[in-house]
Nanobody
């Protein structure tokens, strides 16, 4: 069945880096925009970055611009999120999801249909 699986989360010190992966099985990501979201305890789910699997166009929220980089590997059916200069406020569960309407820049959660189970990122000394 169709499935998205995130991996790569963990505990990192402030200023450190992590690279998250979002791997799809059971369907091709080629026709989607893939979004990365995060949700901290007690806060709403926030869209932070997305990428078009067709043409590689990207979007970043102001909160991560200049620190995070989203990339794709169509052959591996996988999307990555490289996170550098991590801050304690980046602590959250990170999710990837698919937007079948191929929207870049407007990351409303209800635009996205398939979701992964999430991976925890904790930034702490």
């Amino acid at each position: 069945q169709a499935q998205l699986v995130e991996s790569g989360g963990g505990l990192v010190q402030p200023g450190g880096s992590l690279k998250l992966s979002c791997a799809a099985s059971g369907f091709s990501l080629d026709y989607y925009v893939i979004g990365w979201f995060r949700q901290a305890p007690g806060k709403e789910r926030e869209g932070i970055s997305c990428i078009s699997m067709r043409d590689g166009r990207t979007y970043y929220a102001d909160s991560v611009k200049g620190r995070f980089t989203v990339s794709r590997d169509n052959a591996q059916n996988t999307v990555y999120l490289q996170m550098n200069s991590l801050k304690p406020e980046d602590t959250a569960v990170y999710y990837c999801a698919t937007d079948p309407q191929h929207r870049i820049g407007e990351m409303r959660t209800y635009f996205y249909d398939y979701w992964g189970q999430g991976t925890q990122v904790t930034v702490s000394s």
